[in-house]
């Protein structure tokens, strides 16, 4: 397989050189395969339903052909992937894809693994370590630490804003220690993605140390993400006859989004063939690819601090990925957008858990709330002729291709359960009268030492940091 870049067309590289240089230094473009492979058809219309381990490795073939062997490809997933993905049906025609069985109980958990691994397989015989730099708005950072913590040859840094992620998200990413470390940045998750971003295109920088990237903007965080969306469709779609009954329903995704790594990785699974008709980009108050889709006017903006921080993105990268794989247009015809408040995120998890007895977590219930407003009416005003307005909470004024199936009874969404509601406890309890139980993994957590060390969002403290440290 090969890999170009979403600003300069003429590079070609392999998924080797995509994964450990993280991103372009000489453009700052981000890789992406040059074309998505079909599953072969009767694979996806098995009975029952493939495995999640069977159907990550048949998606990750292709892009790592001839690079890893089939054998070392099986032994990655396999190491990778000691929990799984989980599907409940709380309603008919409403299915949560719950995200956070992994070891820091976020979906994050499902990219990092199979990219720590991917990058320790690679990185076998170099002479020096090769440094990963994280910017986390929330989950990223921890997911990260635990994938590659004591991960021999490979260095771990941590961005993250202080003061604008939960105590207990914290505490996840501040008690490494080792070949991991965390930083605490005066400032927001778009300055912690600044300086990463600025030292990857560092020439200076980079000829002193090997870096890349561990967030989205690394496609072997993003690949193995489309797993779940294949996997997830198949038994939902499977699921249809028994629970709603629909003839031919289509499948509805509803993603919680802040960088939109995660969507860009559905859009991925469905180029190679999940049967899922559309998205729903769902945000907080942070909702400048809403807009953008609404106008056709991109304009990334200062982020802001909201109670589902983990899609506190202002200036999301992966916009960057979706307009290389469709214009605007087709943009439109697969995703509906919607964006709420605080105020609607708390009546979301209020809401959800009195309708269904689900306790959902602050991202998440920005995700169920779009999926439930757009069967009770949003939709079918918007179908009618009603423009909405971008600066206020709901759907926004664009009309998906499938929006007719929603209105009419036809659609089942799958919403995106993205981190365990114990991560956001105080939120919970005040929404709902009640705190979700916490993992023991997580109450572990709790008891460890904070490591992490302060930092300014200058580049040059930033820099003089790397070189004093790395």
């Known amino acids: 397989m090969i890999y170009t870049d979403t600003r300069d067309k003429t590079v070609a590289v392999d998924f080797k050189t995509a994964v450990l240089n993280g991103m372009n230094a000489e453009s700052g473009g981000l890789y992406i395969p040059t074309s998505f492979p079909k599953i072969d058809r009767s694979y996806i219309e098995r009975t029952p339903e493939p495995?999640?381990?069977?159907?990550?490795?048949?998606?990750?073939?292709?892009?790592?052909?001839?690079?890893?062997?089939?054998?070392?490809?099986?032994?990655i997933i396999q190491d990778a992937y000691p929990f799984l993905p989980q599907i409940v049906p709380i309603e008919k025609v409403t299915y949560i894809l719950e995200l956070f069985h992994g070891p820091t109980c976020a979906f994050k958990d499902f990219g990092a693994r199979f990219m720590a691994r991917v990058m320790s397989y690679f990185n076998r015989g170099a002479d020096d370590n090769l440094h990963i730099l994280v910017a986390t708005s929330g989950d990223t950072g921890s997911a990260v630490g635990s994938a590659f913590h004591n991960v021999p040859g490979i260095d771990v840094t941590i961005l993250f804003p202080d003061g604008k992620i939960s105590p207990l998200q914290e505490k996840q990413l501040t008690t490494f220690d080792g070949?991991?470390?965390?930083l605490k940045v005066k400032g927001t998750f778009d300055d912690c993605q600044k300086l990463v971003k600025t030292a990857f295109t560092d020439l200076e920088l980079r000829k002193k140390f090997r870096l890349s990237s561990a967030n989205s903007i690394n496609i072997s965080r993003l690949l193995p993400q489309s797993f779940y969306y294949m996997y997830s469709s198949l038994v939902v779609k499977n699921r249809i006859p028994h629970d709603s009954k629909i003839d031919d329903a289509s499948i509805i995704t509803i993603?919680?989004?802040?960088?939109?790594?995660?969507?860009?990785?559905?859009l991925i699974a469905r180029e190679m063939g999940a049967p899922i008709k559309g998205f729903v980009a769902a945000?907080?108050?942070?909702?400048?690819v809403p807009d953008w889709i609404a106008t056709g006017d991109y304009r990334a903006r200062e982020s802001?601090?909201?109670?589902?921080?983990?899609?506190?993105?202002?200036?999301?990268?992966?916009?960057e990925r979706i307009i290389s794989m469709y214009s605007l247009e087709q943009v439109r015809q697969l995703f509906a957008s919607y964006?709420?408040?605080?105020?609607?995120?708390?009546?979301?998890?209020?809401?959800?858990?009195s309708k269904t007895g689900y306790i959902i977590d602050p991202h998440g219930a920005i995700g169920w709330k779009a999926w439930y407003d757009m069967?009770?009416?949003?939709?079918?005003?918007?179908i009618g002729g009603f423009k909405g307005d971008i600066d206020k909470p709901g759907l926004t004024p664009s009309i998906p291709s499938w929006a007719g199936d929603v209105v009419q009874g036809k659609a089942v969404g799958i919403v995106l359960e993205t981190a365990h509601p114990s991560k956001f406890g105080a939120t919970v309890q005040e929404a709902v009268g009640r705190s979700p139980s916490m993992p023991s993994s997580l109450e572990r957590v709790m008891r460890l030492k904070d490591n992490s060390i302060p930092m300014t969002k200058d580049y040059?403290?930033?820099?003089s940091w790397l070189v004093e440290n790395l």
């Open 179 to 182: 070949n991991v470390r965390a």
């Open 283 to 288: 945000t907080n108050a942070n909702h400048t």
């Open 339 to 353: 964006w709420t408040d605080d105020a609607g995120t708390m009546d979301a998890i209020k809401k959800c858990n």
């Open 375 to 382: 069967r009770n009416g949003d939709m079918e005003k918007l």
């Open 255 to 266: 993603v919680p989004s802040g960088n939109f790594g995660n969507l860009t990785s559905g």
């Open 304 to 319: 802001q601090a909201t109670l589902s921080n983990a899609m506190d993105v202002g200036a999301p990268s992966n916009y």
């Open 51 to 75: 495995s999640f381990r069977e159907i990550a490795f048949a998606m990750a073939k292709p892009y790592v052909e001839g690079e890893i062997p089939d054998a070392d490809l099986e032994s």
């Open 460 to 463: 040059e403290s930033f820099k």
